[in-house]
């Protein structure tokens, strides 16, 4: 069974603090997603990122996939309060069927 | 159009009836998945369509949950009998197809309350 694990589930930082939060995975992936969901709407989707090593960035995040050790990390760089929302990796892999694994999601509150 | 397109965005049923939401998919996906995310929760996988045919319906928690999907666009998510534990965020998503580095991108949801 594919199980995606995230922590920590809840991060309160100060503005212009750096935090990253880490994502765990039990098995091989074909592809590792993190989403943003803001409170009352739908997943915007961040990065996707496919191989070993891959590093991807916008603004002050910064994601990265370590496949070796099936993690993912999502960087904050000085945290601004609109970065406030839930963020959500997810995982597919195809020998466990067609679909996104999903984390169980990190609660982010920027204090300003 | 710009973006998955669901409807009704907000949908209040009785226990016992019947609920039908849908999902256009962004114009030129073959892949479409349906979730459900209630409340506080993460999600979990229902459905996933390529083209027409559903070949993982392995989330579909019981009998009472169908899906279809036509002309490899629209899909509707059917639920029989709604029971107060269907209460939950219905999200559709789309992708171009499973190749790698399609992003899949997310409807609004169909947030289904039953009284």
Known sequence: ???????????????????????NYSTTSDRLYWYRQDPGKSLESLFVLLSNGAVKQEGRLMASLDTKARLSTLHITAAVHDLSATYFCAVDNREYGNKLVFGAGTILRVKS | GAGVSQSPSNKVTEKGKDVELRCDPISGHTALYWYRQSLGQGLEFLIYFQGNSAPD?????????????????VSTLTIQRTQQEDSAVYLCASSYDRGPGNTIYFGEGSWLTVV
């Open chain 2, 57 to 73: 319906k392995s989330g579909l928690p019981s009998d009472r949950f169908s899906a279809e999907r036509t002309g490899g666009s």
């Open chain 1, 1 to 23: 069974e594919l199980k995606v694990e995230q922590n920590p589930l809840f991060l309160s930082m100060q503005e212009g603090k750096n935090y990253t939060i880490y994502c």
